[in-house]
């Protein structure tokens, strides 16, 4: 089945370090991912949808400056955690989805534990 | 804007025992309406789905059944394994498999 590889598992970091998360397709071309961050006992919350080739379109209340998110090949996406914050701790998952019709379901990654101290 | 509402956990069962993991939700529109599954140290795997009112998703023993009157997808298994113990999310979409809204997720821990 489709594999999305997710990469580091694990952060741990200090407070004003930039940190890349990146978001692989193994097997087949994404044309959409989708970045996620999931607060302790709280639900998915969506950050900001890429397309390849465009930017990426950040929901409410995500900073773009912040969160920067490169969809740089159809089979990698990565999410920059800039001037990381203890705040800014987190799991943050993502999904990528082959096609841009409504057909094709999202795979996840595994997430990526970020600590910052 | 969408919502989704589940049932609080976790949920606590042994083996055999018949599951009901509650889900509602708000949404404009016509959602599609999914289950998610993630089992420890994994990603989310989809489960099941439904894209119309009154389509019953089902996989692996699960079944959920989309109520346009309640606004409910409540998931069921009539007889859980040890191996079905993960975190459950409920999941909508207003366009397929497009941007999806989460409930909480629901923890489930089954017993020998």
């Known amino acids: 089945g489709a594999v999305v590889s997710q990469h580091p598992s694990r952060v741990i970091c200090k407070s004003g370090t930039s940190v890349k998360i990146e978001c692989r397709s193994l097997?087949?071309?994404?044309?959409?991912m989708f970045w996620y961050r999931q607060f302790p006992k709280q639900s998915l919350m969506l950050m900001a949808t890429s397309n390849e080739g465009s930017k990426a379109t950040y929901e409410q209340g995500v900073e773009k400056d912040k969160f920067l998110i490169n969809h740089a090949s159809l089979t990698l996406s990565t999410l920059t955690v800039t001037s990381a914050h203890p705040e800014d701790s987190s799991f943050y998952i993502c999904?990528?989805?082959?096609?841009?019709?409504?057909?094709?379901?999202?795979?996840f990654g595994d997430g990526t534990r970020l600590s910052i101290l | 804007g969408n919502s989704v509402t589940q049932m609080e956990g976790p949920v606590t069962l042994s083996e055999e025992a018949f599951l009901t993991i509650n889900c509602t939700y708000t949404a404009t529109g016509y959602p599609s309406l999914f289950w998610y599954v993630q089992y420890p140290g994994e990603g989310l795997q989809l489960l099941l789905k439904a894209t119309k009112a009154d389509d019953k998703g089902s996989n692996k023993g699960f079944e959920a059944t989309y109520r346009k009157e309640t606004t409910s997808f409540h998931l069921e298994k009539g007889s859980v394994q040890v191996s079905d113990s993960a975190v459950y999310f409920c999941a909508l979409s207003d366009l397929g498999y497009g941007k999806l809204t989460f409930g909480q997720g629901t923890i489930l821990t089954v017993h020998p």
């Open positions: 999904s990528a989805r082959a096609r841009t019709d409504s057909n094709q379901p999202q795979h």
């Open positions: 097997d087949f071309q994404a044309t959409t």
